[in-house]
């Protein structure tokens, strides 16, 4: 009688395994053919069967040594996440000292012209301005014309210097 119920859960897994795998293949014919009308339809099936199960580990205990127990990784990552945290109740108040930092400046930065259009050349002419107020596009239109100015010097660019260098450009 064993032997038989074995026999019955076997063919009854495999219908099931069969009607999956049925169905499925249904599914995948729909979104092809979906694919004409949508081509993100496909997408969108593909991320809903992905099979992909992201997960963590090993991870490096405190003697250095590779740990896969996930009892023990919770808990590694429990002390790596206590270290980099403060927890606000425990903060005293009264012992904190705010001291005031001059912020340094850098002094040892020289800049070619060939730095500064190879700047230029690798920014998108679609960029946001920078604090100069102008935008990447003309940047880019007028890239020859500014190859012709001799120096770069610090501190805000002259508008009236580079609206004359470029007035031949188009924008």
Do not use: W
């Amino acid at each position: 009688k064993l032997e038989q119920l074995n026999k019955e859960r076997a063919t009854i897994e495999l219908l099931f395994k069969d009607n999956i795998k049925r169905e499925r293949l249904l599914q995948e014919v729909a979104a092809i053919s979906k694919i004409k009308k949508n081509p993100k339809a496909f997408f969108t099936f593909a991320k809903k069967s992905a099979k992909f199960r992201s997960s963590v580990g090993p991870l490096i205990d405190d003697d250095d040594e590779l740990e896969s127990d996930l009892v023990r990784m919770g808990d590694i990552l429990q002390r790596q996440y206590s270290r980099a945290c403060s927890n606000p109740g425990n903060v005293d108040a009264d012992n904190i000292q705010l001291t005031q930092q001059t912020p340094e400046t850098l002094t040892d930065i020289t800049l070619t012209l060939d730095d500064v259009l190879e700047a230029i050349k690798d920014t998108g002419i679609h960029s946001a301005l920078g604090p100069d107020k102008f935008p990447a596009v003309l940047l880019h239109e007028c890239r020859d014309a500014l190859s012709s100015l001799s120096s770069i010097s610090g501190g805000d660019p002259s508008t009236q210097r580079i609206s004359q260098t470029c007035s031949g450009c188009r924008v």
